[in-house]
């Protein structure tokens, strides 16, 4: 059975870092993997993307400040989160997707709040 199991979301302070992890288990590859936001009251957005190739994407307001990386041997996906603001404040969940044609399957989501 398909499963993505997301880390390390928490309570932080502005200008501090946190690192989120996801591991996916039921796939026999990925082609992409990565990061959504959605803060109360707001839409959806993509935060950053990888391909299994290493492909990045960045959100112009992820851009600089975080990094999303990727072990393919452990079916993990990465995202190290520099300098947050109160803006990063959302629950983030790790998406995967076998291709481009194939329906994403979603993890369950973890808190960031980012206040002072």
């Not at 990727?70 to 603001?85: A, G, I, S």
């Given at each position: 059975q398909v499963q993505l199991v997301e880390?390390?979301?928490?309570?932080?302070q502005p200008g501090e870092s946190l690192r989120l992890s996801c591991t996916a288990s039921g796939f026999s590859s990925i082609d992409v993997m990565g990061w959504y936001r959605q803060a109360p009251g707001k839409q959806?957005?993509?935060?950053?993307?990888?391909?299994?190739?290493?492909?990045?994407?960045?959100?112009?307001?992820?851009?600089g400040r975080f990094t999303i990386s990727?072990?393919?041997?452990?079916?993990?996906?990465?995202?190290?989160?520099?300098?947050?603001?109160?803006?990063?404040t959302a629950v983030y969940s790790c998406y995967a997707r076998r291709s481009a044609l194939s329906s994403p399957y979603w993890g369950q989501g973890t808190q960031v709040t980012v206040s002072s």
């Open positions: 880390s390390g979301g928490g309570l932080v959806r957005e993509v935060v950053a993307t990888i391909t299994v190739n290493e492909r990045i994407n960045y959100a112009d307001s992820a851009k990727r072990d393919n041997t452990k079916n993990t996906v990465y995202l190290q989160m520099n300098n947050l603001t109160p803006e990063d």
